[in-house]
């Protein structure tokens, strides 16, 4: 995938446009960079154009300057897409990625053709006290990266991925999120509960993996039930579905992608 950057931004972004095809858009997990979907792609090429982000402090987007804040990526994702003429695109989120794709179909959602958020939450109706108890657990973790980012990353493999092969390739890519970009994290409390809950004008695709932890695949379940959307809990993964069982993420992205074209 080609390396772009978005001018007057510190946004870098990755390109497959081979395909002449539909968008398929991927945002990554926190802590990490958008090669967490190497499979993804590897996957999708030729059979979707393919645009991935780095999100604010991770990756490649981290030359930043003063005023740029976490909540500002789907404007930014929004220019991606008028400089490169995408009309509409999927949308695909795991983890951190999900809530910012959500943002996006609030802002964008003609822009919108579906959602795929695995290991996320509905962004609109986040119940306060899970959403306390989800920032005293991410303090918890941030306090202790303060010290040291490898003994974070230990810690945080066990949490995001469930396969030994899936752990490895989470801890190499969190060991490179550098300290510093851990001031851009608060800015999420923005995107949260900002926008009504709403009847949706496109389809909407939610799950996690069976080993994630017990209130992910409550919020999960919850979730998929009031909107009466497509679920998935995969077997043998854990928070980053994607990663720990790759070949069944893509096979089932891609049987609800070509649901949503029908």
């Known amino acids: 995938?080609?390396?772009?950057?978005?001018?007057?931004?510190?946004?870098?972004y990755y390109i497959d446009d081979t395909a002449n095809k539909e968008w398929l858009v991927f945002i990554h997990a926190?802590?990490?960079?958008r090669r967490m979907f190497e499979k993804q792609f590897d996957y999708f090429s030729g059979k979707y154009n393919l645009l991935a982000v780095d999100i604010l402090g991770h990756g490649n987007s981290i030359h930043t300057r003063k005023g740029?804040?976490?909540?500002?990526?789907?404007?930014?994702?929004?220019?991606?897409?008028?400089?490169h003429n995408i009309p509409a695109a999927h949308f695909v989120g795991v983890s951190l990625g999900s809530v910012f794709i959500q943002d996006f179909a609030n802002k964008?959602?003609?822009?919108?053709?579906?959602?795929?958020?695995f290991g996320g939450y509905?962004?609109?109706?986040?119940?306060?006290?899970?959403?306390?108890?989800?920032?005293?657990?991410q303090m918890k973790m941030m306090i202790k990266a303060l010290f040291s980012i490898k003994s974070f990353a230990k810690s945080n493999k066990k949490i995001s991925a469930y396969?030994?092969?899936?752990q490895t390739a989470f801890y190499n890519l969190n060991i490179e999120?550098?300290?510093?970009?851990?001031m851009y994290m608060s800015g999420l409390q923005k995107l949260v509960n900002k926008y009504p809950k709403r009847q949706r004008q496109y389809e909407l695709l939610v799950g996690c993996g069976e080993h994630d932890i017990p209130m992910e695949i409550e919020i999960v379940n919850e979730w998929a039930e009031y909107e009466n959307c497509d679920k998935i809990i995969f077997k043998g993964a854990g928070h980053c579905v994607n990663m720990d069982t790759p070949q069944?993420?893509?096979?089932?992205?891609?049987?609800?992608?070509q649901k949503c074209n029908k």
């Open 1 to 12: 995938m080609e390396t772009l950057y978005l001018d007057n931004s510190p946004i870098a």
């Open 30 to 33: 926190a802590f990490v960079d």
């Open 163 to 166: 396969t030994d092969e899936a």
């Open 68 to 83: 740029d804040s976490i909540d500002k990526m789907s404007d930014w994702l929004n220019r991606i897409f008028q400089k």
């Open 122 to 137: 509905d962004i609109n109706n986040f119940d306060i006290k899970r959403q306390n108890a989800n920032s005293k657990a």
């Open 108 to 117: 964008y959602e003609n822009k919108v053709l579906s959602l795929s958020c």
């Open 177 to 182: 999120f550098p300290k510093k970009s851990f």
């Open 248 to 257: 069944d993420f893509n096979t089932s992205l891609e049987k609800f992608l």
